[in-house]
């Protein structure tokens, strides 16, 4: 049911600045961005070209454990006029990544109790659109224990 | 800067309780210049500086207000970008430029048609689609966030009540007090009182935010007119004197360790502006908080000191922002109730105070006010100190 709900939100379109992206996760493996000279990372959007961190050009594809915690959250009760009302409520949220890093705003998904939790463990789950897109989610991991995103 | 060198004299509102849908930004624009020399009892001759107010949907303003108001003779142009928070941004460039005397009286504007059918918010509200995204910025799109600022500002208030246990009563109490202002205000959209289970009971947006902890949206324009102290005293009006004005941008590095839209560039601002101003927060008689949202209010308060950090909720949940209380804010209802005009909406509402023609909201004794800018998502921050006293003209630059 989840599935069908997921791949029923609009697809993104795939250029050749995203498409290791999209392509890694097809093989439910969540890439981000790391700076070779200094070693941090950085969330692929917005794109910048040099690392925030030192400023150094080159950032590079690397996969990320898709392990994080939910930094912050909120439950969205309406869809703007053209978007589709059953929807919602959704979860969107911001998740501070085990390689201390944050994401942008990305989608949640709620754990069995249905909520979605500041301070509550997520990892990184795939789901195809069905434009056969595969875009991560993340989902709040059962029980407080992490599970490596690239097992689901 | 120093502190009272120049001097607010002209301002002109558009009137806001009224749905214009059909007008354009830029026609609001001269029409809110043209009230604002009138007000100060200037011809357009005069005017010598113009500053706009950037980040809007439209581009017209920026591009075409000179030539709509047939001025020739500029020597001061510029259109300034800090969301929010640009309004105190111009005061201050304004106040530098009249201090070294490259502009004699200068006209700072915003204007926007939100409203208005052809723009991407009105497109938003009557259904016209938008097309897939391509690359990864697609991919908010497919999560359901099209960018919607009560999305974000609703991530930073999730935290705060993670952290220090903040409820949505609390965020309602802001709303209540202001609407209360609101009920007193001629120029206030929303004029009907609510009470706390209004606020309750409206539709939820974005958790924790209700209906009513969401700013309007209205189209209209404000055009302020400033010029030297001097200069100031021979206007119809009493000099509003620019005391302070200070600023704090923290951005959103989105690194660990950083607590985004919890604290705020309003910790760095508030106390230059206060500086500068050589006042207090004991001093401060009323204030004007930009509230794109009910919780921009609350943070906003803790950052600059008046409660500490996390005691927020308490602070405004006990009568003292409303009529009667003892620390008046947003006394024209503020963008919750009054009209949305980013951080023209506070600012106008503070000359009106200090000028003391603000009718049956007038605060007391109204010395000093502080007045607040919040921009991007609690990302850039302005905080501006006018007063009907003059300051000393001492030049205090604070780096504490």
Redesign the interface.
Known sequence: MREEQLAA???????A??EP?FEAAGRSELLIRQCPACGAW??????YATC?NCLAPGLEWKRASGAGVI?????????????DPS?V??M???V?LDE???T????LLAGKDDEA???DPVRAVFSS?RDGVH?P?FEVSGNGSRVAGNEG | MESGSAAIVGLGITDMTRRRYDVTALDLAAEAVKLALDDCQLPKTQLDGLIVNGNLLSSEVRNNLQDALGLPDLTLLNTMSAGGATAGSMVQYASFAIEAGLASVVALVFADAPLRPASSIANSRYGVPVGPVSGLEGLGRTYGDRGQAAIRYAMAASRHMHLFGTTSEQLGAIAVAQRQWASLSPLAQKRELITLEDHQSSRLIAEPFRLLDCCLTSNGAVAVIMTSAEAAKDRPHSPVFVRGVGQGHPGDPGRSGFDHGVRTGAVAAGRQALQQAEIGLNDVDAVQIYDSFTYTVLVTLEDYGFCAKGEGGPFVSDGRLGVGGSLPCNTGGGQLSGYYAWGFTPLSEAIIQARGTAGERQVADCDHLMVSGSGGFLNYHTTVILSRLEGSRRAVVGHA
């Open positions: 939100r609009p697809s993104p379109v795939p250029d600045e995203s992206f950085a969330w692929p959007v917005p794109r925030q930094h912050a959250v909120t439950r969205v009760h309406y869809v703007p006029a053209d978007d929807w409520p959704f969107l949220g911001v501070e201390g890093v944050r942008q705003i990305v989608g939790r500041v301070g659109t875009v989610w």
